[in-house]
Structures are given as C-alpha cells and as structure tokens.
C-alpha cells in the first residue's frame, strides 16, 4: 500500500509591478472597447524576470526554514521556458543551492504543466520530499482581452511523506486534444479559439467528467468540497461548472483576477496557495489543472496548518507588494514596444561558459567563503582569508549568501550606463555577520533606497545576449519593502 503523502509547505511570488486594467483599456479604446473590471490590475514581471527567475522566488518562498538537504527532486512547470534546450529545472536547483545528486525534470507544452508536474512530484514524495515550482510569463498582443486577463507569476509546493498541512486524497488525468488555444514554436503570441466553443466544448463537458471520476475513485462528496480551485477568466463559467458537478457556488476559490491576472501555468498551484493561507482544518480542496484535458488533485487540509501560517509564506504579502507600472513602461520591459536603446546598447554581451561553469556556485549559488581560522565571512571565496589579521590560505568553507540581509554602504543612479529599465542603480552592500561586495539593485523605486536601507537578494537576469538568445544569471540586492509608487 503506497504510504500517504501531502504538502509540507508552500510559497508563491508576484512580481510587484502592476498594470491598471483601465489605463490598458483606455489606450486601446479607439480599437477595441472593453469595460475592465473596476480597480482591477495584472501583474508583470520586470525586464531582468523570467520563468526561471519567478521560479526559484517561490521556491525561496516555499523552502523558508525548510533544510534543503531535504529535497531531492526538482520538478519545474512552465509554458515559457526560457530555454528550449537547457534543463530550466537545474538553473533553479543550482540558484537554491540543492545539492548536484537531486533529480530535476521540466514540464511543459500545456496550461496543466503546473499540476503535471505537482503529480510528477507527488509520485516520487513516499520516498523523499520533492519539490514543484511553477511560473509563466507568458506574452500577450496589445489591444486583445488576453493582454488585459494575464498576468505574472509563480507557485511552490514541497510534498513529502505524510499528511503535511494539507494530505493528497486522491487525483486523476485526462489527455484530450481539445484545441482552445495554442502557441507554435516560432510564434510569440497565443491564438485563441472562438469562446463560446472553449466553454461547451471545453469546460462545460471536459471539467465534469473529469471531476466525476475523481470523485468516484476518491469517495469524496461533491457537497463535501470546501475550496474549488479552477483556473477560467471566462464569465460565469465556474459557477456553471460548480453546478454541474454539485460542489456549493460557494466554494469557488477567489482566481486572483482582480489583484494579478491568470498566471499560467502556475494559476492552479497559486489559487491553491490562496486558500491554504486561509482554509480550515478538515476542509477539503479540489484543484483543476486544464489544458488538452485536465488534472484533478483533491487535498484535505490538516490541523498543521494552523502553525505553520506563522511562517509568512504564500500569496498575501506578494499581492501586498505592488507598484503601479505606467503602460507604456509594461510595454517596453516586455518586449512589446521597441525604441531606440542607443549605441550604449549595442556591448556584445556573450557569456564564456567555461568561466561560468567553473564560477557556478558563486554566480548561480551565491556562495562566499568562511574562513576556519577566523571566522571571516567574505563573498566571493577566494583562497586568502580577506581579514587583514589572519590571511590564512586555503581555509574557506562555502557559506550561502542568498538569504542573507544586506545594508547599503553607498549606491549611484546611473542614468549613462546603459539598462533596459534606466536608470541602472548599484551600490556596495554590507551583509549582516560579514561580507562586502558591490551589486547591482533591482525594484528600486523612487527614492526607497539610501544609506543603511536592507536588502534581500534576489536571482535575476544579469544580462541578456540577443545575439545569442542567452540570458545570463547573477544576484541583485532589492529593497526589503516595496511602497506604492503614486
């Protein structure tokens, strides 16, 4: 008899620039006039944010006061893969500093690839505790009712043996090529099927029958479900769907629309999150992943999640964390608007893989040294002791940075050197218990940043090599606490 299996922990990330829906609306109301949702926004990533990027935020998020030596398996879900040939799953794995030996595996080519590769996890969880993250940033055209319902975003789940804060009762999958939608490997955009289709066709027979057979193999109640986590931006079609399949209209989980937009592949696992920040002991969830049929997972919720919420991990304080991002801004840091960069721009910016593989624990793990005569902390490692008094060589011991707390010495705004997001801000930081190094900072807004302000490390795009397709990961220091930009 397999052994039971849960979630342990969980966290997500939103990135905190965020699109009024009605600006959005207003620009492109000449071609195409559509009410948006009052006081509605969609979240969007910044220009050094990917999949790869927002994964490893929740996976932060998830794994915090987790002993990472404790998981063993890496499993990514996105329809965005910044790469279509490099194990995305293993740049993550390498930013959370796990261990070489752990499995990794990437899962794509549908809207499901989130709840697959929760699946995937949970397949291989009685033996060892595995990790799901998932996040998509997917593009949309200008002027289309997708660019005004997506959003940003990404979603981390640990599981492992045993009930967890919320134990697996049972799940199901359905494979049917049902076409609403698809992106070809050339293309940018979606295209999208006529919606009245989508919703007869597609969620109105696909998703009953779908959660009639977990239901049956489960046992569970339809009336017994508290929480229907269901991904749609289509109007009333959840509650047509809660209908069908005889769960209470009342156990539609909030899908997030109004605060950040449907994140993908990752909007299953996030809409999850949502309600296990909130959700009561004994209380069963379903959740729906859809795309070419569908996964069905059903959790209950146990009495461990009433102390681990002290943690602080999960949805709230990202969806806390906003800026309000002007739209022209949101265009030309997705790509969406070219303008001219200037000659600035035009730095050949390949990277030497050697140098990178031999430096990967410094540039992906952001490991310093700690030196065992002294005691000195110092970032990067080298082989001579930093501290003046003791010099000892050899004698360092890596020590992760990544979640340490940094205080600015001094920093420059820049507004010569060239960004994609000017100005380009860095500084000297100062890490609590020791080590210095100069880095380049990020979510910088206004004037939220000055001497002694702390700083929490981030993993993001370095630079982007578009001569190459390549993008280059490093660390950059961000404000603890992000304000309202007015």
């Not at 329809?79 to 990437?106: C, H, K, W, Y």
């Not at 794509?108 to 969880?125: F, I, N, P, Q």
């Not at 205080?407 to 890490?431: C, E, H, K, Q």
């Amino acid at each position: 008899m397999k052994s039971e299996v849960g979630i342990a922990a969980f966290g997500a990330y939103i990135p905190a620039l965020r699109v009024s829906r009605q600006e959005i609306s207003n620009t492109h109301a000449w071609i195409n006039p559509v009410k948006p949702q009052p006081q509605s926004e969609r979240s969007s990533a910044g220009w050094d944010e990917d999949s790869i990027t927002m994964a490893v935020e929740a996976a932060r998020d998830c794994l915090s006061g987790v002993d990472r030596a404790s998981v063993q398996g890496v499993y990514m879900g996105t329809t965005t893969a910044p790469f279509s040939d490099r194990l995305n799953s293993g740049v993550v794995a390498g930013a959370l500093g796990l261990d070489e030996m752990v499995i990794a595996q990437d899962t794509t080519g549908s809207l499901r690839a989130g709840t697959t590769a929760l699946l995937a996890a949970l397949a291989v969880a009685g033996d060892s505790s595995a990790l799901c993250t998932v996040a998509d940033r997917r593009a949309a055209m200008p002027a289309t009712a997708q660019e005004l319902t997506t959003g940003h975003g990404a979603a981390a789940v640990l599981v492992s043996a045993g009930a967890g804060v919320a134990r697996l009762i049972g799940s199901v999958s359905q494979t049917v090529d049902f076409v609403d939608h698809f992106r070809s490997a050339r293309e940018e955009f979606d295209y999208q099927w006529e919606e009245r289709w989508v919703r007869d066709e597609g969620y109105l027979k696909l998703v009953p029958r779908l959660v009639a057979t977990v239901l049956n193999r489960t046992g569970v109640r339809a009336q017994d479900i508290a929480h229907f986590c269901f991904p749609c931006t289509l109007p009333k079609v959840p509650e047509t769907v809660a209908k069908l399949i005889g769960v209470p209209e009342g156990s539609i989980s909030n899908n997030l629309m109004a605060r950040c937009g449907d994140t993908g592949a990752a909007h299953p696992l996030l809409m999850l999150i949502n309600t296990l920040e909130t959700a009561k002991p004994g209380e069963k969830i379903l959740v729906i992943g859809f795309g070419q049929g569908g996964d069905a997972l059903i959790f209950e919720v146990t009495d461990a999640i009433i102390p681990y919420r002290v943690r602080g991990t999960g949805a709230a304080k990202w969806l806390a964390r906003r800026s309000l991002c002007p739209y022209a801004r949101y265009l030309v840091l997705n790509g969406l608007l070219k303008i001219g960069a200037g000659i600035r721009a035009e730095a050949d910016k390949g990277t030497a893989m050697t140098a990178a593989y031999r430096h990967r624990d410094f540039l992906t793990g952001f490991e310093g040294g700690r030196c065992t005569v002294c005691g000195t902390l110092q970032i990067p490692r080298t082989r001579t002791c930093a501290n003046p008094d003791c010099h000892a060589v050899d004698s360092q011991q890596s020590h992760p940075f990544a979640e340490s707390v940094g205080r600015v010495v001094s920093f420059t705004s820049d507004n010569l050197t060239y960004s994609p997001d000017p100005p380009a801000i860095y500084g000297m930081i100062d890490f609590d218990g020791g080590g210095r190094l100069m880095m380049d900072f990020t979510n910088v807004i206004k004037d939220d940043v000055q001497i002694g302000t702390p700083m929490r490390m981030v993993f993001r795009i370095k630079d982007h090599d578009s001569r190459r397709a390549f993008s280059r990961y490093f660390w950059k220091a961000a404000p603890q606490n992000i304000q309202e930009l007015a």
